[in-house]
């Protein structure tokens, strides 16, 4: 079994930074690829960006270029730095950790998410 929790979030002026944190325990952080998705009232779930297990990031167009997302694997955690934060930034976020095994996919976890509150 594994956990994600996630941490870091809060209230933010536009144009601010937040750094996120998302640690990870029991077999969440081996050969698994993990992500950053967000959420607001009403609408679905969108993927903000990943990190594979060596560390090769891709980002969702809408934060390309002020979010940055990384892990420490010896420390089972993975953050996301985010800068020039907007109002539309605003949301529940979430990590996720899909583990594989074999080629498949094995388990997959979800955090309980923190509010990032930007505000104008």
């Known amino acids: 079994q594994g956990q994600l929790v996630e941490s870091g979030g809060g209230l933010v002026q536009a144009g601010g930074s937040l750094r996120l944190s998302c640690a990870a325990s029991?077999?969440?952080?081996?050969?698994?690829?993990m992500e950053w998705y967000r959420q607001t009232p009403g609408k679905q779930r969108d993927w903000v960006a990943s990190?594979?297990?060596?560390?090769?990031?891709t980002y969702a167009d809408s934060v390309k270029g002020r979010f940055a997302v990384s892990r420490d694997n010896t420390k089972k955690t993975m953050y996301l730095q985010m800068n020039s934060l907007k109002p539309e930034d605003t949301a529940v976020y979430y990590c996720?950790?899909?583990?594989?095994?074999?080629?498949?996919?094995?388990?997959?976890?979800w955090g309980q998410g923190t509010q990032v509150t930007v505000s104008s």
């Open positions: 996720k950790a899909t583990v594989y095994l074999l080629g498949g996919v094995q388990s997959i976890y």
């Open positions: 029991g077999r969440t952080l081996s050969n698994n690829v």
């Open positions: 990190v594979g297990s060596g560390g090769t990031a």
